[in-house]
């Protein structure tokens, strides 16, 4: 894969290169309406999709950074983004242009005051691992092999004037108005600032590790506080492949669901015992190893549940409290999913869409297992998704809907489902967490 020399630091580099794609865009849509004289519209749309999600990938991978990041969150929103850019982007989660080796070198010695020959016993300047915020690289101390993460110069300084550049672009395509939208960006910003400090990810590392490590099936690396800085983290390098191309190939049922049972129990123990949740589940945050159990990786985006918030959130999870049309809106308002300036219209038509997205999306709480390979199941919700990506009754309405802790906990179970749907883990005890001691 090509490397990397520099990357855009300043805002208006950053700036300038997304206002090149900009341009790029545009004359996609040229072409697109082209396309339309002599080709159907799904055609013509589907290559216009095509053409848009590399011009804008090429883009963020050249930034890296909190651009790229918010490339990697919407791929994995499958059920409203089109198929183009959740392939594209997907790419994001380990798969981007790394730095080049005079570029790793010149990187190190700036964040550490050191050269990595100085450090370990041997270190390989090519990347093995590249996302969105860092690259991994192998290297060796006294007969240990370690992974060493290494942050992209300049994440940490323009992850404000990135968001900026792009707050227009999410704005439209979640239908959220400017008015009281400083919610939502400023907690994606905070969790970013706090996913570009290593020695914040090291200290939550070993918390969850230490808290987590009584789940079957379930491993994660140590890591080593003497070799990691604000901008490095150095960890056991773990053996195994990411969970994506395990599931590429497995035929083993009793694998996936032994490996699906061990990252739901994760999940489930780390919201309801733990109120603090791993809100980045990609499949490049996890391997498979040889003997099929999960390692985890990557505790930069960590979330904290706070009560006020589980409360009504849970309480929405259970049949009887859907059904119960009274108790539903109360609840619907402690959630700030309805607000008390709405209008009557806004009230029945807010209510009856998220009385039908619940009962859907909360079907695994119903029972005491569940079969996450069912395709109806997921093919309801990604079919949901669109029907509402596409309302025009909706766009015309104020889509600032929900507390700020919608973001990341809605991220997390979307993710979660969707890694559980790729594993087609079949039979999942829903509430083995409560046994564990």
Not at 256 to 282: E, R, S
Not at 356 to 363: D, G, I, M
């Amino acid at each position: 894969m090509k490397t990397i020399n520099k990357i855009p630091v300043s805002k208006i580099q950053r700036a300038s290169k997304l206002v090149s794609t900009g341009a790029k865009v545009g004359v996609n849509y040229l072409k697109y309406y082209g396309d339309k004289l002599t080709k159907t519209e799904l055609e013509a749309r589907s290559k216009l999709n095509e053409n848009n999600a590399e011009d804008i990938y090429d883009s963020l991978k050249q930034l890296k950074g909190s651009a790229l990041k918010v490339a990697q969150m919407l791929s994995m929103e499958k059920s409203i983004m089109p198929q183009a850019y959740v392939e594209k982007f997907s790419l994001a989660q380990f798969s981007v242009p790394p730095l080049s080796p005079a570029l790793v070198l010149k990187t190190f010695k700036t964040y550490f005051g050191k050269l990595p020959n100085e450090l370990y016993d041997s270190f390989n300047t090519t990347s093995v691992n590249a996302a969105s915020i860092g690259q991994v690289h192998i290297a060796e101390k006294n007969g240990k092999k370690l992974a060493v993460k290494i942050q992209y110069p300049g994440v940490a300084q323009s992850i404000s004037s990135d968001l900026a550049l792009v707050k227009p672009i999410a704005m439209k395509m979640f239908n959220i108005k400017g008015k009281d939208s400083d919610k939502y960006f400023k907690e994606v910003e905070g969790k970013l600032i706090e996913e570009t400090n290593y020695i914040l990810e090291v200290q939550q590392s070993k918390e969850i590790a230490a808290a987590c490590a009584h789940i079957p099936n379930l491993h994660f690396p140590q890591y080593y506080e003497d070799l990691s800085s604000e901008r490095i983290i150095t960890m056991d390098y773990m053996e195994g492949e990411h969970l994506s191309e395990f599931t590429a190939h497995n035929t083993n049922q009793e694998a996936a669901n032994k490996i699906g049972q061990a990252l739901w129990d994760f999940y489930m123990y780390q919201i309801h015992v733990l109120k603090k949740v791993h809100a980045d589940p990609h499949p490049g945050n996890f391997l498979i190893s040889k003997t099929n159990q999960l390692i985890a990786l990557d505790f930069g985006c960590m979330k904290t549940i706070p009560d006020e918030f589980y409360a009504p959130y849970f309480e929405l999870a259970k049949p009887e409290n859907i059904s119960n049309k009274a108790f539903f809106v109360e609840k619907l308002y402690q959630l700030e999913i309805l607000r008390e300036d709405d209008s009557e219209e806004e009230v029945a038509f807010f209510t009856e869409m998220f009385h039908e997205l619940l009962s859907l999306f909360t079907q695994p709480f119903h029972a005491e297992t569940f079969d996450f390979s069912d395709g109806e199941f997921f093919g309801k919700i990604t079919e949901l998704g669109q029907r509402y990506s596409k309302n025009t009754e909706l766009r015309k309405m104020n889509g600032n809907r929900g507390s700020k802790h919608f973001i990341y906990m809605n991220r997390t179970f979307f993710g979660l489902y969707n890694l559980m749907f790729d594993l087609k883990a079949k039979a999942i005890n829903i509430n083995n967490f409560s046994t564990f001691k």
